[in-house]
């Protein structure tokens, strides 16, 4: 029996397979993946040698599974599965309840719901975890073991994941709109803009790395920035009398209530 199967060979789907095989949680051979098009078969096939890759999910009996398909796609994909003898599921398919994904699974089949973001695409993502009714501790510990190889994992109930969605499914969005701008910015001052998109680029890049290294908060890193009566304090002054903080609190809240309604639909 496979170990862990991926039901979707989609960019996700592939930065899971990927950043699995280079955490070694498990050997090409213990891995599979189940994806429709043949041609993307065939390129998976050559880029990952030894891992089993299959177009019918009936044809892989595997332990677990990980379901990374088009949100209208998660019930065929289940049922699909059903006939695999898999023990758990973690879906990552956005806005799919897991009500859903339970009803259309044997009983006593662990599921765990996921909300990951598109820089696991190179190994930096964030995801949260909501366990279904069955999933126990050791089934997050899986869901866990299996995203934490493309990022961090945090655990949350699951009315909790529409917000999860509003502020980092969303969030990559909102801070690929500020560095635009921020580059806009550079040009606009006189900057070339390739010397622009590199200054605003590493900047993004090291203000978060400081966020996540230092164990400072964004309150006192800023505040170690900004020199009183300094260029720091003037730009300041301007983003918050145009607004950046309500915007951006106004932006995570539309997204959420976003994600409930697509849910609910």
Known sequence: MTELVLIGGGRMGE????????ASWAAPDELAVVEPVADRRQE???????????????????????????????PGACAALAETG?????????????????AALPDGVAVVRAMPNTPALVGAGAAAIAPGTTADHHDLAWAEEV?????????????????VTGLSGSGPAYVFLMAEALIDAGVL?????????????QTLLGSARMLAETGDGPEA???AVTSPGGTT??????????????????????????SRELGAG
């Open 189 to 201: 001052v006189g900057l070339p803009r390739a010397v622009s998109a590199t200054l605003a680029v």
């Open 147 to 163: 995203l934490g190889a493309v990022g961090s994992v945090v655990r949350v109930e699951e009315k909790l994941l529409d917000a």
């Open 86 to 102: 898999v023990q758990r599921v973690l879906s990552i398919a956005a806005g799919v309840t897991i009500a859903t994904i339970e």
């Open 221 to 223: 890193l800023r505040a």
């Open 233 to 258: 304090a003037a730009g300041l002054r301007v983003l918050e009398q145009a607004g950046l903080r309500a915007a951006i609190l106004d932006a995570v809240d539309a997204a959420t209530r976003r």
């Open 44 to 74: 998976l096939a050559e880029r990952y040698r030894g891992v089993r890759i299959e177009a019918e999910a009936q044809d892989v009996r595997a332990a677990g599974a990980v379901v990374a398909v088009k949100p209208g796609d998660v």
């Open 15 to 22: 930065a899971l397979l990927a950043g699995l095989l280079g």
